[in-house]
């Protein structure tokens, strides 16, 4: 079965167009700013991006600083949205259970199909945005800063490739469980309704909800359990050394979402009547 | 093949299925009839494992249902309330998706068994258009093949000849025929009186709810012990049969007597032409209006 979701998964001209509009927005950015020459000030604007004004190997992370707050998660709720709810409105959710597919393995099998679509988008825009960022802004050495090379961290030392590298990968994982959270949001509302628009949408309304409360001082008291709280803890990685403490925060909360909410789906999915 | 015992379904305050004991025998060609709305499709779903029962128990294939579905079904070929798929894929694309989801269908055999499925269908030279191009009657013909392909004991289908025309459905009643022949046993729902009465050899009739009738369709269509005349001589076989005449409508008599034959013979002998002759028997149709009150789907408004 999981294989059949892959399957599925790639052969859905709508991932590739997701993947495509992913991809876009960095190179978007990419383009005006190297036209320009002209980078936010430090602390505005999306991280990292003053700071890949003279070398685009730092460029990758300035990319997920953009798609992560809004453009991913948006694509991750349609996605697992549309999971259960849309195989429901399709009809081919009663051919599926009567193959038979058990209903633990058809969740089971979408959290994997939507695990790989984010591990894709991620590869695809760290991919595009590396040889976007080469190309356009180059990758000379900061030598006005008196750097002797190399990539410099958020903190000022310098970074090998080879640090960069596992710096990237590490950011990859944790955008991944982020999104996990996201998934599992729209998952269970999938299991809840059958109109997957409206899965989505409720997902997105929970997203929109935390990022509200997120900056509203009166609701300090619930901040550190909102799903968004961490979502950009990542940047951290590109800190010399590594600051954790928000990093491991985030993992341990978005792991709670993702038990919470997945017990919940598998729950209501294996009592529920499909009547579609 | 098929049991169920005392089987309810309660969806909030309605009952769709009310206390049914479904029996259906392996070999059997078992055709549900009822009105729309009248617990058919819930019933089906029930049996595949999709909906779950308020109270009652079901067995299929011996096994109980739903507890051990997932040895069932995979010999179980389904057609659940018309055909569905991926629209953006082929119909043999499709098949392919569904074979692959579930267990029971060898990897190896997978192309020759989907070939074989699309050829019995009708759908041997299709191409390679999505499934969103297809006309009803091929989806309906696509969803056949996919209950067809790991060659089922049991065929639940519901509705299966839904959207085709009349030669179609011609064509999947021989089919159903064969495959019944060769030892598949079918289990079919429909409202088409004439699909069922042309094809089951056992009937079950539902009405909101119960299943009001389950019998040999030999034994619901046994001669009524009337005969029914048509004679240009009317008349004077009415004052012949005297008293066992029930009904007259211009050259038309309905005759109270166990034998056509023996009816006709002393007609003739008496000198009076029959244009028309034969034991009156009841229709399928006569036999579910009697057994059913009014459609689901029609509602009257209280004065």
Redesign the interface.
């Known amino acids: 079965?999981i294989?059949?979701e892959l399957?599925?998964l790639l052969?859905?001209?709508r991932t590739w167009v997701a993947v495509a509009l992913l991809c876009a927005l960095p190179v978007l950015v990419a383009a005006f700013v190297a036209v320009r020459h002209l980078a936010p000030a430090p602390g505005r604007g999306p991280a990292f991006l003053s700071a890949v004004l003279n070398n685009g190997s730092l460029y990758p992370a300035a990319a997920m600083a953009m798609v992560v707050p809004i453009f991913l998660p948006i694509a991750v709720a349609v996605l697992a949205g549309d999971a259960v709810a849309g195989e429901a409105t399709?009809?081919?959710l009663?051919?599926?259970?009567?193959?038979?597919?058990?209903r633990t393995r058809l969740l089971v099998a979408k959290l994997v199909a939507l695990t790989v679509f984010v591990l894709l988008a991620l590869a695809a825009v760290v991919g595009t945005s590396y040889v976007a960022g080469v190309l356009m802004l180059g990758t000379q050495p900061p030598a006005a800063l008196g750097e002797p090379g190399g990539v410099t961290s958020l903190s000022g030392p310098p970074l090998t490739s080879t640090q960069l590298t596992l710096r990237v990968l590490g950011t990859v994982a944790f955008i991944t469980v982020s999104m996990l959270g996201v998934a599992a949001i729209a998952l269970f509302l999938s299991t809840l309704t059958d109109s997957a628009l409206g899965a989505a949408f409720g997902a997105l309304a929970v997203l929109v909800t935390s990022d509200v409360l997120l900056t509203l001082d009166a609701a300090s008291a619930v901040q550190p359990y909102l799903p968004t709280r961490y979502w950009l803890a990542w940047v951290d990685f590109f800190r010399d050394p590594i600051f954790w403490r928000d990093i491991e925060h985030g993992l341990l909360l978005q792991a709670c979402y993702l038990g919470l909410l997945l017990g919940a789906a598998w729950a209501n999915f294996m009592?529920r009547?499909?009547?579609s | 093949m098929i049991r169920t015992e005392a089987l309810t379904k309660r969806y909030g305050p309605i009952l769709a299925v009310d206390a049914v004991d479904l029996d259906v025998r392996e070999g059997d060609r078992y055709g549900l009839l009822g009105p729309n709305g009248s617990g058919k499709t819930?019933l089906v779903?029930m049996l595949?494992?999709?909906?779950?029962a308020t109270s009652g128990r079901i067995e299929v294939l011996g096994r109980p249902v739903p507890r051990r579905?997932?040895e069932v079904?995979?010999q179980?070929g389904?057609l659940?309330?018309?055909?569905?798929?991926?629209?953006?894929?082929s119909g043999r694309?499709n098949l392919r998706?569904?074979d692959?989801?579930?267990?029971g269908g060898s990897r190896r055999t997978r192309r020759r068994r989907v070939d074989e499925a699309l050829d019995r269908v009708g759908l041997g030279g299709i191409d390679r258009r999505p499934l969103k191009a297809y006309s009803l009657g091929m989806r309906q013909r696509l969803g056949l093949a996919?209950a067809l392909l790991r060659t089922p004991r049991l065929l639940v289908l519901d509705e299966p000849t839904n959207g085709l025309d009349p030669r179609g459905m011609r064509e999947i009643r021989d089919l159903l025929a064969e495959l019944n022949a060769a030892g598949t046993t079918v289990f079919l729902s429909s409202h088409l009186l004439a699909e069922v009465e042309q094809l089951g050899n056992r009937i079950g009739v539902m009405d909101r709810g119960r299943l009001v009738v389950q019998e040999e369709l030999a034994t619901l269509r046994a001669p009524t012990g009337r005969v029914l005349v048509r004679s240009p001589d009317a008349a004077r076989a009415a004052a012949l049969l005297d008293g066992r005449v029930e009904a007259r409508d211009g050259d038309a008599l309905t005759v109270r007597h166990d034998d056509p034959a023996g009816l006709n013979a002393l007609l003739v002998g008496e000198g009076l032409r029959v244009a028309e002759i034969s034991a009156q028997r009841r229709s399928l149709e006569q036999i579910v209006l009697a057994a059913t009150t009014t459609s689901a789907d029609r509602i009257e408004a209280v004065p």
């Open positions: 079965m294989r059949v399957v599925k052969r859905r001209p399709g009809g081919t009663r051919y599926l259970l009567a193959r038979p597919v058990g009592t009547d499909v009547t | 819930t779903r595949l494992g999709l909906v779950f579905v997932h079904l995979p179980v389904a659940v309330e018309g055909p569905a798929g991926y629209p953006h894929l694309t998706i569904f692959a989801a579930g267990p996919g």
